[in-house]
């Protein structure tokens, strides 16, 4: 497995893996009153939307040439962290 597919596979597993524990979440969520509930449904927009952005960072990676690919890792990474940030963010305020 060359160095890129590694890197695209562990990416994918923690965003995989951070989209399933918003499912959870949401899950959770749906027993709240209706106005935390409404909150909530903005903020899980908003996860969603970052969610989107770095499943699209991640396919320009794929897509990227195996010269270039490793140059775009520090932005990938940059949005999933903010990705991860705002999910426990999010949940730490349930």
Do not use: C, G
């Amino acid at each position: 497995m060359s160095k890129k597919n590694a890197y695209i596979e562990k990416m994918k597993l923690q965003l995989d893996e951070l989209n399933a524990k918003m499912n959870k979440v949401d899950a959770m969520a749906k027993d709240a009153k209706e106005e935390a509930r409404d909150k909530y449904q903005q903020e899980m927009t908003l996860l969603r939307k970052q969610s989107k952005i770095a499943i699209a960072k991640l396919d320009e990676i794929k897509s990227a040439s195996e010269e270039t690919w490793e140059a775009m890792t520090s932005e990938m990474e940059k949005v999933r962290d903010a990705f991860i940030h705002s999910f426990h963010y999010f949940k730490s305020q349930l």
